[in-house]
């Protein structure tokens, strides 16, 4: 009998403990979602009771469904413009990025030549140097350049990046040489091994660059401030802030062009959850 | 066998030409954005030069550093840095280990959780920026009326970014809420990567939980938490869109930081020497940063 009942507490004590960590990690989650679910429910607002209800639970709470904050920001601004120049810009980025880093580490990690392992060194090296820190030095050189005011300034900037370098470099180490020995014989060159065989079989680590980068860029905002002075070549978070910075703010507006940047990323992020975590998990594997 | 060494001559010069080709676009570009801007930087510390001035631009040795030492602002700036790091890193990686072990024990919804916590990372900051601007408002945001409510009226007086003392707690408060679950996910990756046979061995051995996680759990993630503290890190020194958008460094530069320093005084107002000098101090700050990590790693290599 006495056993019986230590069981039975043991038993309850874990299933209360099981509750608490449910129980939590709920809570946890609101504090993560509310600020989503707000920005979201505020842009389907009309104007007047964006601000009104804003204070209370109503804040989440959609009572009268309305398109109208979209309709205004596509009135009065090229919305599509600036979705288009951020489509633009960021395509452009990650695919050339894809193309010129897994090369670059093609190079690094298959083949062999003088000055390689000296010149990896340094582009490690330089993996610590923060974009911010060059950004004055860099502004000066594309104004010489005669590049402001162009998509071409805002994307040749980021195609090199040494840590996307090193990520592919990392993949192209394990991949057995066997494959590409069998190709050699058969009088295939290094471009028709790479493009034809190392590419395809590189899934994984393409698409970790792809989404990095595209995360990293969707939302990147200090160069493109410093390097855009219109509209027309201008990418969505310069132009969010241009028009959060205008008085008087109109709320319900502002919330529909922030969630009109956010709801692309989201609907990626919700397809291909899997693939954007694996992708931050292996971007920590360092050291 | 004459032939074949010549064979094997103009094999190796093929796979060497090759490779440069192959490596040649990255190495153009990282030399012309990356490196070049570098030593620019270095370079144009030690210089006067302004964007737009008709007098010609000069060498003037240390004399933006001695500027540095009494520029008031500038030290504002990347104390405010600094009390970030202190405040944020700490706070930040407690929480991403939190959940990570919270998710990895769970066995239903758990990637329904760690889905929801990893969502603000995707959120552009522009964007986290205009929310949470919104919800500081003193009168009528979400957080100083949630706070009332739920403290029965002594809580939510605060001013939050229009305040002095609350502008950068504000920040750091919206920042850890955009990044933690990029944390998460690495010390997830770190949990899973423990044997399996530790945790057992302690359940033999009657090791409490508790015990567990401190002599097994907190030491095989050594590793994982020396990179994401030092990532961590750095990653608060190039703190810019939010301070930008929504106090732009205020109240009184309570919130203003070392790149918003270098943004304005390099591109605002013009002085390209003297926001050099400033940079050159922030890469040296990243750089010690990188190389105490660097040790660190090592030393643990040496006894693992």
């Not at chain 2, 040649?24 to 030399?31: G, K, Q, R, T, V």
């Amino acid at each position: 009998m006495k056993s019986v009942r230590l069981r039975d507490s043991l038993a309850f004590r874990k299933k209360t403990s099981v509750f608490f960590r449910y129980f939590g990690m709920a809570v946890l989650g609101i504090f993560f979602l509310f600020p989503i679910v707000f920005l979201l429910v505020s842009s389907l607002k009309p104007e007047e009771l964006v601000a009104r209800e804003m204070s209370s639970i109503m804040a989440f709470i959609p009572r009268q469904v309305s398109l109208q904050n979209y309709f205004d920001v596509f009135h009065e601004m090229p919305f599509l413009r600036f979705m288009m120049n951020s489509i633009i810009i960021v395509g452009s980025i990650v695919s050339l990025g894809i193309i010129v880093n897994s090369m670059a580490a093609y190079a690094f990690s298959r083949l062999r030549w003088r000055g390689r392992d000296a010149i990896l060194t340094v582009i490690l090296a330089s993996m610590i140097i923060p974009f911010e820190s060059i950004s004055i030095p860099l502004l000066l050189e594309v104004n010489r350049f005669g590049w402001i005011d162009t998509y071409f300034v805002q994307i040749i900037v980021f195609i090199a990046i040494p840590l996307y370098i090193f990520l592919f470099y990392q993949f192209f180490l394990n991949i057995p040489k066997d494959i590409e020995t069998a190709a050699r014989i058969d009088g295939a060159g290094n471009f028709t091994i790479f493009f034809r065989i190392v590419l395809p079989i590189s899934k994984p680590v393409i698409a970790t660059v792809a989404i990095l980068s595209f995360i990293q860029q969707w939302g990147n905002f200090l160069w493109p401030l410093m390097v855009t002075r219109g509209f027309e070549v201008r990418p969505l978070p310069v132009a969010m802030q241009t028009f959060f910075g205008m008085q008087p703010r109109i709320w319900g507006d502002i919330m529909a062009f922030a969630s009109m940047i956010t709801i692309p990323v989201l609907i990626l992020f919700l397809l291909f959850q899997k693939w954007f975590i694996k992708s931050v998990a292996s971007s920590g594997i360092k050291g | 066998m004459v032939l074949r060494k010549s064979t094997l001559m103009s094999q190796a010069r093929y796979e060497a030409y090759s490779a440069w080709l192959f490596a040649a676009p990255a190495l153009i570009l990282l030399s012309l954005f990356l490196i070049g801007p570098f030593f620019m930087s270095l370079g144009l510390a030690f210089t006067d030069l302004r964007l737009i001035s008709p007098l010609p631009t000069e060498f003037i040795g240390f004399r933006n550093f001695v500027r540095l030492f009494s520029d008031t602002v500038f030290f504002k700036s990347i104390g405010n840095n600094f009390k970030f790091v202190l405040i944020v890193v700490p706070v930040q990686t407690t929480l991403a280990l939190l959940l990570a072990i919270m998710v990895d024990k769970t066995r239903r919804f758990s990637n329904v959780f760690r889905m929801i916590y990893f969502m603000p990372v995707v959120v552009p900051m522009i964007v986290v920026s205009v929310i949470w601007y919104f919800m500081y408002n003193p009168s009528i945001g979400l957080i100083n009326k949630g706070l009332s409510f739920i403290s029965f009226g002594v809580l939510g007086k605060s001013l939050w970014l229009e305040g002095e003392k609350t502008a950068l707690p504000a920040i750091m408060i919206l920042s850890t809420w955009q990044g933690v679950g990029f944390q998460m996910v690495i010390y997830l990756a770190g949990l899973q990567d423990i044997p399996q046979s530790l945790y057992e061995a302690a359940t033999v051995d009657g090791s409490s939980p508790w015990h567990t996680f401190w002599y097994i759990t907190l030491p095989q993630l050594r590793n994982t938490t020396i990179f994401i503290v030092i990532s961590t890190t750095i990653l608060a020194f190039q703190l810019f869109t939010q301070v930008k958008v929504m106090t732009n460094g205020g109240p009184n530069d309570a919130t203003s930081t070392t790149v918003l320093y270098i943004y304005n005084q390099g591109f605002k107002n013009l002085k390209v020497g003297y926001a050099s000098a400033v940079s050159v101090v922030f890469i040296l700050i990243v750089l010690v940063i990188s190389l105490v990590q660097r040790k660190y790693l090592k030393s643990n290599r040496e006894v693992g």
